[in-house]
């Protein structure tokens, strides 16, 4: 009986340790909390000068952020010396002065590294290019478009943008080789997608993607509506598979760089931009997830924190939420901030990141010198971020 008693105990003992170590992050540790924010080169100028890009850094890390994402793919350029672009477009950088004769990422990587902040280039644009870019004027054949033959869509309802086809091989092969390039060349910390990393699903009507559809369809052609659930569904699994071999070659040239998505919530993501991130986080090529809930008030905020996909995946991988902080024209106040970042970490998620560098301290009702003893106050002291072996 002794002996029996021994043996029921060792074995009890080994499922306790093997519970312990498959613990979820719906419970985020205590020393370890995303804090991140997006340096843009929108309304902001912190890119655009190698002492304000280091002074930003060291700012950030005296308020104890352990992240950044620098955007790096923006309105048809890449905002470091690109040769792969340069192959495609003629441009190897964008041509705005103060990112002339500098490489941004590696001064960013040299800086945030020096403190222990992790850089993790944001791949803003996506699929998305400016109507009149290089890159829409020599590639044509590489847009898609409405059911009408249209290809322009306004961002803001200013800007005129076109859609490259995710479907398209060569435009497959372009985003791959510009995203493995900065893999392969320099040491980040990882690479960040969002919902532009599909295209709006009233898009798709272009030949490429309606003979494809046909083949897989009897000959049948797509639906006239644009919203029809299968449709839908069928282009959003497209872009999976794409984003499943883009996944595996990334691990291949480094296998250590995080894979992280930000979209918006999944029911938005997935019907407007045809971005199935649920799917991406259950078949493993989502390793962090940061879901932009950018709300004026706390009720539709809590609501977004509450939705299945959101909280399965919080269970599964580090998952944080994006804050937005403000933008020019749009005040937000540093209480509602407060009250959102305190409620992602009551309801047990990873962290937060803020949306941008700039309206952390402009654009807001209180002073700059305010808000950053706000921030101060929210960080109080360091903390390390998730990484992939957490």
Do not use: C
């Amino acid at each position: 009986m002794r002996l029996f008693r021994l043996i029921l105990v060792f074995f009890l003992t080994l499922i306790l340790i093997y519970s312990i170590s498959q613990i979820s992050y719906s419970q985020p540790l205590k020393n370890r909390e995303i804090r991140g924010v997006w340096l843009t080169n929108i309304d902001s100028d912190v890119l655009f000068s190698k002492d304000k890009t280091k002074n930003a850094i060291e700012t950030l890390n005296q308020l104890n952020f352990n992240t950044v994402y620098p955007t790096l793919w923006n309105w048809g350029y890449t905002l470091y010396p690109s040769q792969v672009a340069e192959n495609i477009t003629g441009i190897k950088i964008d041509p705005t002065e103060g990112l002339q004769n500098r490489d941004v990422l590696t001064e960013i990587i040299k800086e945030s590294h020096s403190r222990k902040i992790a850089v993790i280039p944001w791949f803003e644009f996506g699929f998305m290019a400016p109507a009149d870019s290089q890159l829409a004027k020599l590639h044509p054949q590489w847009l898609t478009q409405r059911q009408d033959g249209s290809k322009i869509w306004l961002e803001g309802n200013v800007h005129e943008r076109v859609w490259l086809n995710p479907l398209n091989p060569e435009v497959q092969n372009f985003i791959a080789d510009l995203i493995l390039e900065i893999v392969s060349k320099y040491d980040i910390d990882g690479i960040q997608v969002d919902d532009h990393f599909g295209y709006p699903s009233q898009f798709g009507y272009d030949p490429y993607t309606v003979e494809l559809y046909r083949r897989e369809h009897q000959g049948n052609l797509p639906p006239l509506d644009s919203k029809n659930p299968d449709w839908i569904q069928w282009r959003a699994d497209k872009i999976t598979n794409y984003m499943e071999t883009l996944f595996k070659l990334i691990k291949q040239v480094k296998n250590n760089v995080i894979v992280s998505v930000s979209p918006n919530p999944q029911e938005f993501s997935k019907n407007e931009f045809l971005m199935d991130w649920a799917k991406w986080e259950r078949k493993g090529l989502v390793e962090e997830l940061i879901v932009q809930i950018y709300r004026n008030n706390m009720d539709s905020f809590n609501r977004e924190l509450a939705q299945k996909d959101l909280k399965l995946a919080k269970d599964h991988i580090p998952t944080a939420i994006g804050i937005l902080t403000g933008l020019k024209g749009r005040s937000i106040g540093f209480d509602l901030i407060n009250e959102q970042v305190n409620s992602t970490r009551e309801k047990g998620f990873g962290g937060v990141g803020f949306f941008f560098y700039e309206s952390l301290w402009n654009f807001g009702p209180e002073t700059a010198t305010q808000r950053q003893s706000f921030l101060q106050n929210l960080f109080s002291q360091k903390l390390d971020r998730f990484t992939i072996n957490n």
